[in-house]
């Protein structure tokens, strides 16, 4: 799979359950890698409420209480909303149509072979998951990738059969109801806009790959469509697709942009996870912050302070491979190898670091707080662009099911 996108101006989606604050794994896991998107390619970040109710459809409350907090965390990371587009499932009721038919072909076998399905029902024993939502969600998350033309789409490996389901509903999709009806048209206008030149190079080189084969010309008209500046992401999927002679499907199949398993684990090693209590949220005041480091857990051979320990066996060694300069670890190490130093004291520069990492956060994040209407005239704005996209997406889905009379 190629992880490596080029830096054009090709759609990425993501989102994120709005179920609770924000903690320093899905900073490092997650939220990082959104940020450097952000400049690089055209990013959709979303909240994804009704993902949330599939879980969460008895206790909506903490799914209300955390839709806006998520925001102001994103926004806290660095998300730019001038840069990106931030908007809100539940507005975009656009996501539930392209749901209720991509649902209409997709095999219910699809859907129980999902990984995640009897996973998540083994995990979460306390909530009643065997529901027709919950069943369905991965096609919910189809549906608000394909809806946008997701070329790349940055989740953890937990996420990547869903993506691979997505590929697969788009497929089919485009199976069944198949290619564009005014494909011809289109490619003569697109043609017409890179001039008379480029177009005859242009046929002569289909031609060339098409009647004999010739790789090297598809090679050559393919790149040149993809850098060239006269045509949109659209547009050259559709010339593309003309040069090999498929035709433009409707829906576009993405790809998993696997995000790096986070190097921070939880306050115990485990994973961080709210659900574990081992969380330090981005946004946790100091006093909790300083509390929950000084009770991390440790290296168990070291009972007294006399005792030496073994840095691969502490938590809180895993915290300064994130955290902490080359000096310092050097000195954690020694100093932990050789009983040189406490426990307590080990721990203090990393405290040192996660406030001063949280620091720009809680500047960035300031203004929202102080002032949430605007976290939400953000929604607003990234709901209405978002909506444009998926209205568009749906006139041509329509169009293709022919049931646009
Ligand atoms: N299912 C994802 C999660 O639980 C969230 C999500 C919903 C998502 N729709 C998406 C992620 C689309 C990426 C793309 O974390
Ligand atoms: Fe862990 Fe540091 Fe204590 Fe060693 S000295 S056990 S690395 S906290």
């Not at 690089?40 to 903490?62: G, I, K, N, P, Q």
């Not at 102001?72 to 975009?92: E, K, M, V």
Request: glycine residues 6%; aromatic residues 8%; contains cysteine.
């Amino acid at each position: 799979m190629d992880n490596n996108p080029t830096p054009t101006q090709e759609r990425v989606l993501s989102g994120m359950r709005p179920t609770g604050a924000l903690h320093l794994g899905h900073y490092h896991g997650a939220l990082k890698n959104w940020v450097r998107l952000q400049s690089e390619m055209s990013c959709y970040y979303f909240v994804a409420d009704w993902h949330a109710l599939t879980t969460h459809y008895e206790s909506r409350e903490v799914i209300a209480k955390n839709v806006y907090e998520m925001v102001i965390d994103w926004l806290a990371a660095g998300l730019d909303p001038n840069q990106c587009t931030l908007f809100l499932q539940s507005r975009i009721p656009e996501h539930a149509e392209l749901f209720t038919l991509l649902a209409m072909g997709t095999p219910i076998g699809w859907l129980e072979r999902v990984p995640t399905y009897k996973d998540q029902q083994d995990k979460l024993k306390d909530k009643d998951l065997s529901t027709y939502g919950f069943l369905g969600y991965p096609l919910l998350q189809a549906a608000d990738i394909l809806i946008y033309k997701a070329k790349w789409v940055p989740v953890g490996e937990d996420q990547a059969s869903h993506v691979e389901l997505t590929r697969e509903a788009a497929r089919r999709f485009n199976h069944l109801y198949g290619r564009e009806t005014d494909f011809e048209a289109r490619v003569q206008a697109s043609l017409a806009k890179l001039g008379k030149d480029a177009a005859k190079r242009l046929e002569k080189s289909r031609k060339a790959f098409q009647e004999a084969g010739d790789a090297k010309a598809m090679e050559g008209a393919l790149g040149f469509m993809a850098t060239t500046p006269l045509l949109d992401n659209d547009e050259r999927d559709r010339l593309a697709g003309w040069f090999k002679g498929t035709g433009k499907a409707v829906l576009v199949e993405p790809q998993a942009l696997l995000t790096e398993a986070s190097k921070l684990p939880g306050l115990d090693g485990q994973k961080m996870s709210k659900s574990y209590g081992n969380s330090i949220a981005m946004r946790e005041d100091k006093a909790s912050i300083e509390h929950k480091v000084r009770r991390m857990p440790t290296d168990p051979a070291r009972i007294k302070r006399t005792d030496v320990g073994d840095p691969n066996k502490c938590p809180v060694w895993q915290f300064h491979k994130v955290y902490s300069d080359a000096p310092t670890q050097a000195w954690a190490s020694l100093g932990c190898t050789t009983a040189g130093i406490g426990c307590l004291e080990c721990k203090q520069p990393v405290i040192d670091a996660i406030l001063k990492e949280q620091q720009p956060m809680l500047a960035r994040a300031e203004p929202y707080v102080s002032n949430p209407k605007i976290v939400r005239d953000i929604i607003d704005a990234g709901t209405d662009r978002a909506r444009a996209t998926a209205r568009q997406t749906m006139a041509e889905v329509r169009t293709a099911m022919g049931i646009d009379y």
